[in-house]
């Protein structure tokens, strides 16, 4: 790659070589997003055969814009939000002359860029749509699929990776807001948002305190008539520079290994004395202490609402013809209402007694491993404080190793019991909501996934010794 400075690692063997000996197994990869193509690259560099489906005729999933595949929500202006240095794969950087925080277009350059890297376009069937996964008698995995063209067919495989991501599945208010139904205003999700046009003139509502409700929110407020930002609860909101760094690079290294009470204090000092209180801007007090909820990042916001761009509105209570009452009892005419309100969990190739998201909860042993599925696993199945490409490769080197025989997982058991561990620990550690069912915080998970990889080689080693034992 161009520019990069850095050495990066030389291409692989070519896919489906496979393991010496044995029988070889088959993978089927499901999507070529940020996840889909980091698991093609620690699959490849194995030797192990597999088949990448993409719904879409694009690599990059949610970064490429207008993506035909339907599940992209980028809009024109939206940048990353976590800086470079923390979202590039360690065995492909970014460039050194990409900025800070890129857009999503040299985002999408980049996802290319590693593709091309490491010779897997070929091995990508595009506008290919995975219709069903089901266990295979006898043991692996029947996939069916179908594509543009008319084709179709069901093969089998041994293992199968879900990289299908979880960002594409609008959630909209549950349940509606009363009046709904006869609001004589447009309601749209911000799944659906592009540019600032459609607001021009217009008296818009922004439901959310998430990135993406900043970012419209800003947005609208340089060409809307009025813009109003309503949320259920208050949030903290961190700019991208802290100084002259990127606030995220002060979150990891040693930070990253204190207590969580300890890194909260610090960063909220650091926050202090940045750009003050949420409440020095009129946003309701965060009903948590910082770290303890996927906080918002923002450069422009503050900025916004110190101007008077923007006006600041408690939760919807209901509305009523072309208006919007307020909790508080305010009511606003409004044209645009954008529901910045995430999204559900779902797998749509999957029967609900193989795999069950509901209310966006995630059974997994490291959040990737189904204890009663083998061979099933989810990449990037995520929300951390950082970026989840990183994260993801951690994943997909892991999986290689189960896949290829050179590690083994726990008993189930024991995974169970690790899951139910992790999920006490996060709920007391995180707001309770459907936002963070699958967050992790980026360093400490990272940890435990080279923790995890170091024991299930050692398991697989110990397991060859008993075996050639007998």
Not at 99 to 113: A, K, L, S, T, V
Not at 279 to 308: E, F, W
Not at 338 to 356: A, H, M, Q, S
């Amino acid at each position: 790659m161009e520019g990069s400075g850095v050495e990066v690692t030389d291409e692989v063997s070519v896919n489906g070589a496979g393991p010496s000996g044995g029988n070889r197994p088959r993978v089927c990869v499901i999507g070529a997003g940020s996840s889909g193509i980091t698991a093609l690259r620690s699959l490849k560099e194995r030797g192990i055969e597999y088949e990448c489906f993409e719904k879409g005729s694009y690599i990059g999933g949610n970064w490429k814009y207008d993506n035909d595949n339907d599940q992209s929500a980028a809009y024109k202006s939206l940048h990353i939000n976590t800086s470079r240095q923390m979202m590039e794969y360690s065995k492909f950087p970014m460039p050194v002359d990409f900025p800070d925080y890129p857009d999503h277009f040299r985002i999408q350059e980049y996802f290319e860029d590693f593709v091309d890297h490491f010779d897997l376009r070929d091995t990508i069937r595009f506008q290919t749509e995975v219709e069903s996964v089901v266990p295979a008698e006898g043991g692996g995995w029947d996939v069916t699929w179908s594509s543009r063209d008319g084709e179709s067919g069901t093969d089998h495989f041994t293992d199968v990776m879900v990289c299908n991501g979880h960002h594409w599945d609008k959630r909209w208010p549950e349940p509606a807001f009363p009046g709904s139904d006869t609001f004589e205003g447009e309601q749209m999700h911000a799944h659906d948002y592009r540019t600032p046009d459609i607001f021009e003139g217009k008296r818009v509502l922004v439901l959310g305190i998430g990135n993406s409700a900043t970012d419209i929110a800003v947005e609208a407020s340089r060409h809307a008539e009025a813009t109003f930002l309503a949320m259920r609860r208050g949030a903290w909101v961190l700019p991208k520079y802290i100084g002259s760094m990127p606030t995220d690079r002060a979150t990891t290294g040693p930070m990253a290994r204190a207590p969580i009470a300890i890194q909260s204090l610090g960063m909220s000092l650091m926050l202090r004395l940045a750009v003050g209180k949420p409440t020095d801007y009129g946003l309701p007090k965060p009903d948590h202490k910082l770290l303890h909820a996927h906080p918002t990042v923002s450069q422009d916001l503050y900025g916004r609402l110190g101007h008077g761009d923007i006006d600041v509105k408690p939760n919807i209570e209901r509305l009523d013809g072309d208006s919007v009452v307020f909790e508080d009892g305010t009511r606003e005419q409004i044209d645009i209402i954008v529901y910045c309100t995430g999204y559900k969990i779902t797998f749509p190739f999957l029967e609900p007694d193989v795999f069950n998201a509901a209310d966006n909860k995630v059974d997994l042993f490291l959040r990737v491993a189904a204890p009663d599925q083998k061979g099933l696993y989810f990449i990037g199945l995520i929300q951390p404080l950082g970026a989840i490409m990183p994260l993801a490769e951690e994943q997909c080197d892991w999986v290689a190793d189960l896949i290829e025989g050179e590690g083994v997982l726990p008993d189930k058991l024991e995974m169970y019991r690790e899951i139910a561990d992790d999920q006490a620990k996060m709920g007391r550690r995180f707001v309770k909501s459907k936002r963070h069912t699958v967050e992790v915080d980026f360093d400490p998970y990272l940890r435990s996934l080279k923790k995890e990889r170091a024991a299930s080689r050692e398991r697989a080693a110990a397991g060859s010794l008993a075996a050639a034992a007998v």
